[in-house]
């Protein structure tokens, strides 16, 4: 399967040709986590401040797959450190399994020690401001 842009090289002339600060993009981390350039690679190259969306679900960087989180390789404390260290506020949208698969995998992101001295602070849940 392909998408309309799977690298940083295929996406980036939508970022350079469409100025809009409308003009965002959601982030699927399994489906970075795939291609050479990383998850590190989409965020260097694009940055936080236009992603609208973080789809998150897991894979061993092999193929394409929707584990859930902490069942292949995906670093998520880093990614959520970085994210939330560059200003990400937006939502997170859990992007494999059933319900209980979910439940488990909230489970599993809360005990990465968010809120421990010298851990991440926690996502932040958008509410009322």
């Known amino acids: 399967m392909r998408y309309l842009g799977h690298t940083v090289a295929e ?3 939508y970022f350079d040709a469409i100025g809009s600060p409308l003009f965002g993009w959601a982030f699927t981390v399994n489906h970075a986590h795939l ?3 990383g998850i590190g690679g989409f965020l260097h190259a694009f940055g936080a401040g236009r992603i609208g969306e973080v789809r998150l679900a897991d894979n061993t960087g092999e193929y394409e797959i929707h584990l859930p989180p902490g069942k292949g390789t995906i670093d998520f ?3 959520f450190r970085r994210l939330e260290g560059a ?5 997170y949208m859990m992007a494999f399994g059933a319900d209980a698969d979910k439940l488990a995998a909230r489970d599993y992101l809360d005990r990465l020690n968010w809120g421990a001295p010298g851990a991440p602070q926690a996502p932040h849940a ?3 401001e």
């Open 11 to 13: 996406c980036q002339p």
């Open 35 to 37: 291609v050479p350039e």
């Open 77 to 79: 404390g880093t990614l």
């Open 87 to 91: 200003g990400y506020r937006q939502h």
């Open 126 to 128: 958008p509410g009322p």
